[in-house]
């Protein structure tokens, strides 16, 4: 087949550099340059070794999101990176809106 797709569970998902690099098409540069730009892990990961990265599936989601962005709008990374913060914003100020709404039935 011409077509795989490769799939995973992402509410479990832990991906290191590499797998993570290769889920999303793009190289392993890409995210240690964006995890040092501070647009990916927290607590300052970028000054440790990028072998021993752990990525869970919202940083999945987050790369996914920041290649779009700057793919389609064909920006910087910081810029992407404010998009895909104020996104993750809108998701979950609309799942407090539901879940409010669902309190009050």
Do not use: H, Y
């Not at 799939?7 to 998902?13: E, F």
């Not at 647009?39 to 999101?65: C, Q």
């Amino acid at each position: 087949m011409p077509n795989e797709i490769d799939a995973i569970l992402l509410d479990d998902a832990m991906l290191n550099l590499d797998e993570l690099a290769r889920s999303c098409q793009v190289s392993r540069e890409w995210v240690i340059e964006r995890v040092q730009c501070g647009l990916l892990l927290n607590e300052g990961l970028a000054g440790t070794n990028p072998a021993s990265w752990i990525f869970d599936s919202r940083s999945f989601m987050r790369v996914k999101r920041i290649i779009a962005v700057e793919r389609d709008f064909e920006c910087n990374p910081e810029l992407a990176g404010l998009v895909a913060d104020l996104m993750e914003e809108i998701e979950w100020l609309r799942a407090r809106l539901e879940a409010s709404k669902l309190d009050e039935d």
